[in-house]
């Protein structure tokens, strides 16, 4: 029997029920009229003659070029679209992954993507250093090494810590796996929401920096638009791209047709849609940094450089989790304990709790938690 899914599970349990969701790390959606009214003439076109047929399994020409055109150096066939980023990550492990493999997962991670892993081979977990402000120790990744490694699996930016890879380290890493004839995959779902002082240039997508690194993204976080279901995987190699199509194939054999011309019109109006994602997500991490600052006694600082969310420390003696469940059923207000990112490789964070940002009920949600944590200290 597989290890339940924590972090779904604690959603189903209180999501429907409280007022003030501040568990979520996508940004605020944006409706379908408001969406079309970004379209130009040529999508437009496209969606009034829309059909339903089987499209293009690798996603159409057209939206893989828009993809293509947002990295340094892809065409449009080094780009494979697949239903969001959990389908684009799960195809790619299993076109490299045979039971003989061993492969390296930085931690923390989302946990359906170390299963995707551990379901085929051996895995072993590298924590990020927490004393470090979450860096990653590229010895540690070349001492957890063995003979038979395939890849190296990380969610970089990190959710639930917030973490990136300054360039000397990301240098270090491919330096590394090219030594080593490794696969760098990187689920990259949060870059679009990194904060000013780590803008998207500052974060390459690895797919550039490196013929074997393997980009995973999607629609799914700063884009608010995780129900199109629409992600892709970005790579050089073609020989892999081929091998992860076939593995997607078993799974599903082409995008929403109504999806993939959506995600085109949202692509190129990117400008707009993640300046107004930033843009929320400034003015909550503003009342957030607020809100720490009048509760030293509960909240640690926060390190964390993305807009989508925060990981600050959380200092109370009953433990972040206890905490984050009180708060749910006395105050109505979700925030996610950093157990829920568990993991069979290794140790994750436990003391730390991940805060929403990106959505629009931020700013009221972090007025309530004032109330409540004033009200819990007299
Ligand atoms: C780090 C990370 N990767 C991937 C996903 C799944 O993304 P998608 O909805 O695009 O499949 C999530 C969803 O929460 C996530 O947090």
Redesign the pocket.
């Known amino acids: 029997m597989r290890e339940p899914f924590a972090?779904a599970n604690f959603l189903s349990r209180w999501v429907p029920s409280v007022r003030h969701d501040l568990a979520s790390?996508?940004s605020e959606t944006t409706t379908l009229s408001d969406l079309l009214d970004l379209a130009g003439q040529d999508d437009l076109e496209r969606w009034h003659e829309l059909g339903f047929g089987y499209l293009d399994p690798r996603g159409a020409e057209w939206l893989r070029h828009t993809v293509a055109a947002r990295h340094e150096r892809l065409a449009a066939d080094d780009v494979v679209c697949c239903?969001?980023?959990?389908?684009?990550?799960a195809a790619v492990v299993a076109a490299l992954l045979t039971p003989h493999d061993h492969a390296v997962v930085v931690l923390p991670?989302?946990q359906?993507?170390e299963e995707a892993v551990t379901a085929l081979c051996t895995a072993t977990g590298v924590a990020l250093r927490a004393t470090d402000g979450w860096c990653l120790d590229v010895g540690a990744v070349e001492a957890a090494l063995r003979p038979q490694t395939k890849l190296v699996l990380m969610?970089m930016p990190?959710?639930p810590t917030g973490a990136t890879l300054d360039a000397a380290t990301m240098d270090d890493l491919v330096a590394l796996c090219r030594r080593r004839g490794l696969w760098l995959v990187s689920?990259e779902?949060?870059r679009h929401t990194l904060d000013r002082s780590h803008g998207l240039g500052a974060t390459p997508a690895v797919a550039d920096l490196y013929e074997r690194g393997i980009s995973?993204d999607?629609?799914?976080?700063g884009y608010g638009l995780?129900g199109l279901?629409?992600?892709w995987i970005a790579c050089r190699d073609r020989r892999l791209l081929a091998a992860a199509l076939n593995a997607k194939n078993r799974m599903s054999s082409c995008l929403s047709a109504a999806s993939e011309i959506l995600a085109q019109v949202a692509l190129r109006a990117e400008d707009r849609i993640l300046a107004r994602s930033r843009s929320v997500g400034e003015r909550s991490r503003a009342r957030l940094d607020a809100l720490i600052a009048q509760h030293p006694e509960t909240f640690g600082a926060d390190a964390s450089h993305n807009l989508a969310f925060a990981f600050p420390r959380y200092l109370g003696t009953e433990g972040a989790d206890r905490f984050a469940n009180d708060l749910a059923g006395r105050a109505d207000i979700l925030v996610l304990p950093a157990s829920l990112w568990r993991s069979r490789l290794g140790q994750v964070p436990t003391d730390h709790l991940r805060i929403g940002l990106g959505r629009l009920g931020a700013v009221p949600a972090f007025d309530a938690l004032d109330r409540y944590l004033f009200v819990a200290v007299q």
Not at 83 to 89: I, P, V
């Open positions: 972090l790390s996508d239903a969001g980023a959990q389908e684009a990550l991670i989302y359906p993507s969610n990190n959710s689920d779902v949060y995973i999607s629609l799914s976080k995780a279901r629409v992600g």
